[in-house]
């Protein structure tokens, strides 16, 4: 039981590319969701899902898309990178029918230069 | 729109001493769950303690205690006997809705615990 992996850990991009963050977890977990880490700052959510092929927006959802096609993967896609978007992403999941028990991977340091 | 503050940020202890960390809530609804979380120097988000709005009695993990003052909207954690494992950054989050929700939370901007020897 890996829990929820995410990958990579470390990223450098130069701004203007894109890449994707990815999200796995192994639990059968219905929800699923994307927060970033400013520094200094708590967590903002981004996106979140509540099931394969059903993803809705956060706080922050600007510069950032994703897509569910399956229970178990959640990626974050970002389209065009900015310095502004320099963070630590973590993705999170949880049942459906147990809330309080919400499952964190162990963040992406994402660095836009 | 909902908030979370938490108005400390950083506080020190001494090794086996008890400490209250500070967080206040705004919300307008009546169902609602708040977390607390401890993010050590090796960044990983660990789950400490839940108090859902409904529940009666403060709720208690171990040496980790709410004391949850519904009608003052705040919950305030309390770490009993101090290790110096404890020193990390702690967050107060709220979530909407009881068991539901979304796994969609709102935290505040922590407060960051030292415990000196």
């Known amino acids: 039981n890996a829990g929820v992996t995410q990958t990579p850990k470390f990223q450098v991009l130069k701004t203007g590319q894109s890449m994707t963050l990815q999200c796995a977890q192994d639990?059968?977990?219905?929800?699923m969701s994307w927060y970033r880490q400013d520094p200094g700052m708590g967590l903002r959510l981004i996106h979140y899902?509540?099931?394969?092929?059903?993803?809705d927006q956060g706080e922050v959802p600007n510069g950032y898309n994703v897509s569910r096609s399956t229970t178990e993967d959640f990626p974050l896609r970002l389209l065009s990178a900015a310095p502004s978007q320099t963070s630590v992403y973590f993705c999170?999941?949880?049942?459906?029918?147990?809330?309080?028990?919400?499952?964190f991977g162990e963040g992406s340091w994402l660095t836009v230069v | 729109a909902q908030k979370i503050t938490q108005t400390q940020p950083g506080m020190f202890v001494q090794e086996k001493e008890a400490v209250t960390l500070d967080c206040t809530y705004d919300?307008?609804?009546?169902?609602?769950?708040l977390f607390w979380y401890k993010q050590p120097s090796s960044g990983e988000m660990i789950f400490l303690i839940y108090?859902?709005?409904?529940?009666?009695q403060n709720a208690t993990e171990g040496r980790y205690s709410l004391n949850f003052q519904k009608a003052r909207k705040s919950t305030n954690l309390v770490i009993s006997a101090s290790q110096l494992g404890d020193s990390a950054m702690y967050f107060c989050?709220?979530?909407?809705?009881?068991?539901?929700?979304?796994?969609?939370?709102?935290f505040g901007a922590g407060t960051r615990l030292a415990v000196h020897p």
């Open positions: 989050a709220m979530r909407e809705g009881l068991s539901g929700g979304y796994n969609k939370l709102i």
């Open positions: 919300t307008s609804d009546q169902s609602y769950g």
């Open positions: 999170a999941s949880s049942r459906r029918t147990d809330g309080n028990t919400i499952y």
């Open positions: 639990m059968n977990h219905e929800y």
């Open positions: 108090q859902g709005s409904y529940d009666e």
């Open positions: 899902s509540v099931g394969a092929g059903i993803t």
